[in-house]
């Protein structure tokens, strides 16, 4: 069973910037797409970056286009989200989900029910 590792999560200001990182163990990454959710205090999760199996198959929602970026590296079994320019409202829990649907990350809406393993998360505060 694959078991998802969040870490990077902290306090920051408005405008700084924070780098997450999921690590896998029990399974490898390669054969998964991957995504991170955020749920921002008293509201559902949201997606908020999707990367396919495929790389170069990417999906971020307007409200972080430009200053999230995902990436992966199999060969260490992590995904990374680099967040800069951070606002107050990215405050919340981010987590880092796995799916082996073939279609994740084609396409712009991708929902944490699409995917088939969740992390625990990990807090992001950022103070104005």
């Known amino acids: 069973q694959l078991n998802l590792v969040e870490t990077g999560g902290g306090l920051v200001k408005s405008g700084e910037s924070l780098r997450l990182t999921c690590v896998a163990s029990?399974?490898?990454?390669?054969?998964?797409?991957l995504a991170w959710f955020h749920r921002a205090p008293g509201k559902d999760r949201e997606g908020v970056a999707c990367?396919?199996?495929?790389?170069?198959?990417?999906q971020y929602p307007d409200a972080v286009k430009g200053r999230f970026s995902v990436s992966r590296d199999d060969a260490q079994n992590t995904m990374y989200l680099q967040m800069d320019n951070l606002k107050p409202e990215d405050t919340g829990t981010y987590y880092c989900?796995?799916?082996?649907?073939?279609?994740?990350?084609?396409?712009?809406?991708?929902?944490?029910?699409?995917?088939?393993?969740w992390g625990q998360g990990t807090q992001v505060t950022v103070s104005s």
């Open positions: 990367i396919g199996r495929d790389p170069s198959r990417l």
């Open positions: 029990g399974g490898r990454l390669d054969g998964y797409a």
């Open positions: 989900v796995a799916g082996y649907k073939d279609w994740l990350c084609h396409y712009s809406d991708f929902w944490w029910t699409d995917f088939n393993a």
